[in-house]
C-alpha cells in the first residue's frame, strides 16, 4: 500500500490553498513563497487522518495570524488508513521522507534547524520523533496526544522522546487503557509532559463503549469514532487554543491526585507555573518534568 505523502507549504504572502514541495526535487522550493530565515512550522497528523482535517487547517492559520511562519503540512492519509499496526509502521516511511527534505532544506538553502518546530498528533508525534532523532538541531518538538498503542514499553529509539529536539512538550489527553478505547498514554516520553484533567479522559467527552482490541486495531468501531476520538483530539484542539487564546496553567506534580488534593505548588503568583501548549517554551529555564491543570469542558477551554 502507498503511504501517500505529500508536503504543502503555507505562508502569508502565498496562495490560500498552499504550495505543494516535492520532497526529491527541493530545488523547486526557490520557486514557492518559502522564506528560509522565517521560523518553520511543520504539522504531522495522526491515525486515520488526513492533511484537511478541520484542526489542521485551524492550526496553520491560527500560527499564520501570529507571525509570517512557513508552515508545512505533512499528510500521508492513505498510510493512516491501513490497519493500525501497518500504519504504525508507517510512521517510519513518514519520518524518513520529512527528514530528507528538512536535510535538503539545511543543504540547499542554510535553513536553520533552530528555526523548525515539529508538532505531531497521535502517530504523528511519533513521525516527528522520528525526524528530529535523523536530522539533529531540531529546535522544539510538540507531541499531542503520542499514540500508545504498540510503544508502550518500548526503546525511547522507537518513539518521541526528549533526545529528538532542544525542547520536547507533550500533551496527554487520551490516556485510559486500551481496553478501554484508550489512543494515548500516560507515559511521560518527554521534557515536560503536561496531563489536563489528568490526562485519561476529557471533561465533555463520552466514555467510549468497551471493544475488543481486535475491533480497535481494524478500527471496526469507526462507528462510534466521536467517542473514541474525542479526548484524543482534544489534545489539537488544547494546543490550538493556547497559541493565542489560553493560557493553560499548569502545576509541576508527581501524581494527579496529589495536585487534586492541593498538596503541589500552586499558581498564585506569575510564574509560579508553566503554560501548556504553544507557551510552554516561553518560560525559562525550560520546563522538566510533569504538570497538571484542569480545563473547561467546551471551547476554547480556558
Known sequence: MQVGVTLTLYTRSGPPGGEALDFREVKKVG????DPASHTKVIVHGYMDNGSEDWIVRMREEFLRMDNFNVIVVAWG???RALYPKSVANTRVIGAVTAHFLTSLKEEYNVSMS????LGHSLGAHVAGYVGSSVGGIARISGMDPAGPLFESTDAAVRIDPSDADFVDCIHTDGLPLKDLGFGTMSAWCDADFYPNGGKLQPGCPKAASHLVSDVFSWR?????DAVSC???RSHDLYINSIQRCSFPSTPCDTYQRFQAGQCQTCATPGDCVSMGYHAA???PLPRGKYFLSTAGSAPYC
Request: negative net charge.
Open 31 to 34: 520557486v514557492t513563497h518559502f
Open 78 to 80: 492513505p498510510g493512516a
Open 115 to 118: 528555526r523548525v518546530h515539529l
Open 221 to 225: 468501531v469507526l462507528d462510534a469514532e
Open 231 to 233: 479526548s484524543h483530539s
Open 282 to 284: 516561553d518560560s525559562k
